[in-house]
T-cell receptor, first 111, second 116 residues
Framework: GEDVEQSLFLSVREGDSSVINCTYT??????LYWYKQEPGAGLQLLTY???NMDMKQDQRLTVLLNKKDKHLSLRIADTQTGDSAIYFC???????????WGAGTKLIIKP | DAGVIQSPRHEVTEMGQEVTLRCKPI?????LFWYRQTMMRGLELLIY????????DSGMPEDRFSAKMPNASFSTLKIQPSEPRDSAVYFC??????????????FGPGTRLTVT
């Protein structure tokens, strides 16, 4: 069945780049998403990528998609303390309107 | 728009009591989702509605959980009787098919439930 996997924790130093990785199973997904959950809040869409793209850049964020390996990554340049959050990878379940969620990667920023 | 509204934000109750969580989706949205988030199990979809009709409730843990959507602007999730293992953060999210970014879900702030 469909599944989305990501590591649970990532620790980086302030100012370094963070790379959060995700693997997914449904090769027919038209979109792939990254959601961000700040402490004490709900999830919020951070960025997304169409399946016909390899890369998408938006200011400090870079999304890379490797369809052959079903691998998605989110790179955050110049990581700041405000980037501390849990980052969820998600893909749509095309048979209905659900999203399949990864477990979430908690990004920890060291001073 | 005020976004998705959930109430209460925090609920502490004793085992065996009935708990009702409330959600007001974004006006005009036609999908509504109830999720539960715990450290052990992560984010779990409990049930979702389309145009007020429950579509998939396979994630509802057991008969103690029930959800309703009597109209397009209100939904409830009820737990009766509550148990300590129900302690979690419960999120409501809504979305609108066919507009904006496909499948984008808008989350409420969550209700933190503690059952003692």
């Amino acid at each position: 069945g469909e599944d989305v996997e990501q590591s649970l924790f990532l620790s980086v130093r302030e100012g370094d780049s963070s790379v959060i990785n995700c693997t997914y199973t449904d090769s027919s997904s038209t979109y792939l998403y990254w959601y961000k959950q700040e402490p004490g809040a709900g999830l919020q869409l951070l960025t997304y990528i169409f399946s016909n793209m390899d890369m998408k850049q938006d200011q400090r964020l870079t999304v890379l998609l490797n369809k052959k390996d079903k691998h998605l990554s989110l790179r955050i340049a110049d990581t700041q303390t405000g980037d501390s959050a849990i980052y969820f990878c998600a893909e749509p379940m095309d048979s209905n309107y659900q999203l399949i969620w990864g477990a979430g990667t908690k990004l920890i920023i060291k001073p | 728009d005020a976004g998705v509204i959930q109430s209460p934000r925090h609920e502490v109750t004793e085992m065996g009591q009935e708990v009702t969580l409330r959600c007001k989706p974004i006006s005009g949205h036609d999908y509504l989702f109830w999720y539960r988030q715990t450290m052990m199990r992560g984010l779990e979809l409990l049930i979702y509605f389309n145009n007020n009709v429950p579509i998939d409730d396979s994630g509802m843990p057991e008969d103690r959980f029930s959800a309703k959507m009597p109209n397009a602007s209100f939904s409830t999730l009820k737990i009766q009787p509550s148990e300590p293992r129900d302690s979690a953060v419960y999120f409501c999210a809504s979305s609108l098919a066919g507009q904006g970014i496909a499948y984008e879900q808008y989350f409420g702030p969550g209700t933190r439930l503690t059952v003692t």
